[in-house]
């Protein structure tokens, strides 16, 4: 036991948590869906129309935190008015399989899911 510990070091240098803390935010998974289910770069608007219920401030944040990870590639075209893409790299195609399972899996148990939410809410009420 001692050493699966070792494993995951506590501090904020702790490799596994470090990089898994990226993803566990509302968005960056389904930008990376997005981007690689798509057929070459997507513009900044199209990705928040294909959202639709994210603000502009929190697809800014979260594909820049996407960029400075190295899972997606920004190119500005300095033009009028200025257009900007966005595309997976090789590194955020690599966690497309990944995520793809995760999605797959939460699909084929969502509905045992939610029937053990409601439950634990129901019995939380009379308890």
């Not at 928040?48 to 994210?54: E, P």
């Not at 190119?75 to 793809?100: A, F, Q």
């Amino acid at each position: 036991m001692k050493k699966k510990l070792e494993d995951y070091d506590f501090s904020k240098a702790c490799p596994i948590r470090n990089v898994l803390d990226r993803f566990g935010d509302k968005w960056s998974i389904l930008v990376i869906l997005l981007l690689g289910e798509h057929k070459g770069p997507m513009r900044f608007n199209e990705l928040a129309q294909t959202i639709g219920d994210i603000s502009q401030k929190m697809l800014t944040v979260t594909l820049r935190t996407l960029e400075a990870d190295g899972m997606v590639h920004r190119k500005h075209y300095p033009e009028i008015p200025p257009r900007v893409e966005y595309e997976l790299t090789e590194l955020g195609k690599g966690l497309l399989p990944h995520i793809n399972g995760l999605t797959q899996w939460a699909l084929k148990n969502y509905d045992a899911i939610t029937k053990s939410r409601k439950k634990f809410i129901a019995r939380k009420q009379f308890a």
